[in-house]
């Protein structure tokens, strides 16, 4: 396409260039194609690289000589809080190895919140007139969607590079009591690929908060998965909150979802000694203990530490070069148009693309049309409402590569129609 940017362009040439990508958009539509690069999973050659899991574990007992395939066992089995506390940056003693979602923990901590307060908190939250969360945009939708259905209201701060916007966040947190919390992605964010920098770590440890009871959820999902050389280190947020007065504030959560496999991992919680047995108190009403058999088999399939972290450069060779074919189709197509920016993540499983404001939602159904799910415009946003309509997510780890190339040209060709119908409405001829 021409270098130029669109606007730039008299209303014939955007007439022109929207009628050659119509005609690129009818031909993909008529092929049949069904494509879809809508939620970040992991493809079948990343989850069969853990597949010598399937015949482990060999032993039956932990190293403690505990029958891993009775009850018990509430924390998880200590060798592997041991690999996943030198991963996280925690103590062993403060990390509980749980069932295979980290984002159960995290609904039941919420859940927690609401029923009995946490250790630090005047009352339950749910006693509270009003329960507020911050929420970083473009953020994960789960944990919006979570927080929507337990009545938990949501104000939103905007993600920089460095993470959110921290004079926002203290801000906020520091007037209001009814805001209780914050979601942080620290390492790779769901879906801006940020990372927390040491800076505002720091700031959110140890900000002033109305509330007394302020949690950090910090969310490292993405702690281990990079994608280059240049591997991200998260802040010890525990420990910088504990150091500036509010040993409390931070809960972490982490899983295997996307080191072993998503539906059979291990997921992690860390925050204080105290906080954990808060934690573990409530969960012992409702639990014998974890599933330890499949904690035994990810420990004797990693070995320690250095076992995941080599691990995790298997999978970065399957998808970085999925990573680097979306950056190169959307630097081919759209390069230079000024009609959309998107990220180049080191690590992490999203693509944050940016199309011009108002056209986000045409540019999802336009691929809906030509056989490409994207994920609905709007949905990094609380109640799926992005203000701007700008933002998508794309998550190239499904798909294989000759799919992936498709879909890339599918939405560049989506993100020009839009564009150019949206200028042309208001180019003079
Ligand atoms: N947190 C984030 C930021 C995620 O992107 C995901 C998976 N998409 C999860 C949590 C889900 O974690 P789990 O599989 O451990 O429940």
């Avoid at 979602?101 to 919420?110: A, E, F, I, P, Q």
């Avoid at 929420?135 to 104000?155: K, N, Q, S, T």
């Avoid at 140890?206 to 050389?229: Q, R, S």
Wanted: proline residues 6%.
């Amino acid at each position: 396409p021409d270098a130029r940017p669109l606007s730039d362009l008299s209303a014939q040439e955007l007439h022109a260039l929207a009628q050659t990508q119509r005609e690129a958009h009818a031909a993909q539509a008529a092929k049949g194609t069904k494509l879809d690069v809508t939620r970040g999973k992991p493809s079948s050659a990343q989850l069969d690289l853990a597949d010598p899991m399937l015949s482990l574990p060999s032993a039956t007992t932990d190293r403690a000589g505990t029958d891993v395939r009775n009850y018990g066992g509430l924390t998880g089995l200590t060798e592997l809080r041991e690999i996943f506390a030198e991963l996280l940056w925690v103590e062993p003693e403060q990390i509980v190895a749980g069932g295979n979602s980290s984002l159960t923990m995290m609904r039941d901590v919420l859940v927690d919140l609401l029923l009995f307060g946490a250790i630090d908190s005047p009352r339950p939250w749910a006693k509270e007139d009003k329960v507020t969360f911050i929420c970083p945009v473009p953020g994960y939708d789960r944990h919006f969607a979570l927080l929507e259905d337990l009545g938990i209201e949501m104000v939103t701060v905007p993600m920089t590079d460095e993470g959110p916007d921290v004079d926002e966040v203290a801000r906020i947190a520091g007037s209001d009591p009814s805001v209780k919390g914050i979601w942080i992605v620290p390492t790779y964010a769901n879906p801006t690929g940020a990372v927390v920098s040491h800076e505002v770590a720091s700031r959110l440890a140890g900000m002033e908060t109305a509330a007394p009871d302020f949690k950090i959820f910090w969310d490292n999902a993405y702690a281990v998965h990079h994608l280059t050389e240049d591997e991200a280190k998260s802040a010890d947020i525990i420990t910088l909150a504990s150091g500036a007065g509010h040993p409390h504030r931070a809960v972490m959560f982490a899983s295997t979802s996307k080191i072993t496999w998503a539906g059979a991992g291990v997921a992690f919680l860390a925050s204080s000694v105290e906080q954990v047995a808060w934690y573990l108190e409530h969960l012992g009403k409702g639990s014998i203990g974890p599933d330890k058999i499949n904690q035994l088999r990810h420990v004797e399939f990693f070995g320690d530490a250095d076992g995941v972290r080599a691990h995790m450069r298997k999978h970065a060779e399957i998808i970085a070069p999925k990573f680097a074919e979306v950056d190169r189709v959307l630097t081919e197509r759209l390069g230079g148009l000024g009609v959309a920016t998107w990220n180049r993540p080191t690590g992490g499983y999203f693509v944050n693309l940016d199309v011009l404001p108002g056209t986000a939602s045409r540019v999802v159904a336009l691929a809906k049309e030509a056989g490409l799910s994207l994920t609905p415009a709007g949905a990094s946003f609380p109640h799926g409402q992005d203000p701007d309509d700008t933002n998508i997510r794309l998550a190239p780890t499904m798909p294989p590569m000759s799919e992936l190339t498709e879909a890339m040209e599918t939405v560049a060709t989506c993100v020009l129609i839009a564009a150019a119908e949206q200028l042309g409405a208001t180019t003079k001829e």
